[in-house]
């Protein structure tokens, strides 16, 4: 895709700059506890609708699972700072197929959402993911004890936004994510709210520290929402088109939204100073 270069330079650039963080003066003692807090809510969500996922694919119910697969999903995105921190396994729960490939690994070792969604969208059935169903729920189970365990800081949230938005620009914009669903952007959605969440967080001490970063910080997050919604049909939900529905023109437009947020948002570490 086009604008594959384009996302991954910009995104490269937001990492590096979220990592040059001055030492903690300011005490964020209150909001990491509230993130923790947060994250842990949205892993219960994430446990009840995987036990609702399983259920469905062991009753056979095709379109039942194709339904709740993206909207499960997203509370795993929203949740991926914290959630990525275990060993391997944030990819038995998340590895795409080019992962394993590309570790010179084979099929059988893959596992996982991806794995279910590959049967779901290409073969049309939920036979052959009970074994994978199984072991995706005991891996959330595990996930959802390991969580609390985890030490939140100012600099785990800074850098959690910013790889937020660098999960955007690198994987769900190129189609990548959710290559047999086309699902993306409900993964592109829960990516921006995990981000919006951390400097919803932090907003109090960026005001006092500089008043125009965070409003500019807000004008873009506007602005992705804004985009994203007019591909989402639901009024009081989720409900995004495929991502194969999208023109050209529409995913640049959304790469350069998610690009004009990262920036800003990259400096928020001068809560810090």
Known sequence: MRIYKFVVGCAVGLFVGALNLANAATDLSKEAKEYRQFVIGQIDLLLADTEKFVGA?????????KAIYPLARMYYERSEPIAESFGDLDPRIDARLADIK????????????????????????????????????LDIKELRAKVPTVKVDAELMLTGAVDLLNEVSTSKITGEEDIFSKTDLYDFQANIDGAEKIYQLLRPHLLKKDNSLA??????????????????????????VGYDKLSQAEIKELAEAVNKLGEPLSRMGVILE
């Not at 694919?57 to 699972?65: C, E, R």
């Open 102 to 137: 590309e570790e010179g690994r084979s099929e059988s070792d893959w596992s996982g959402f991806h794995k279910i969604e590959q049967i779901l969208w290409e073969q049309n059935t939920t036979k052959g993911t009970e074994e994978t169903a199984d072991q995706l729920l």
């Open 215 to 240: 409003k500019e910080i807000e004008k873009q997050f506007k602005s992705v929402n804004d985009l994203l919604a007019k591909h989402n049909h639901s009024k009081n939900g989720y409900e995004f």
């Open 57 to 65: 694919l062991k009753k056979g119910d095709v379109n039942q699972a």
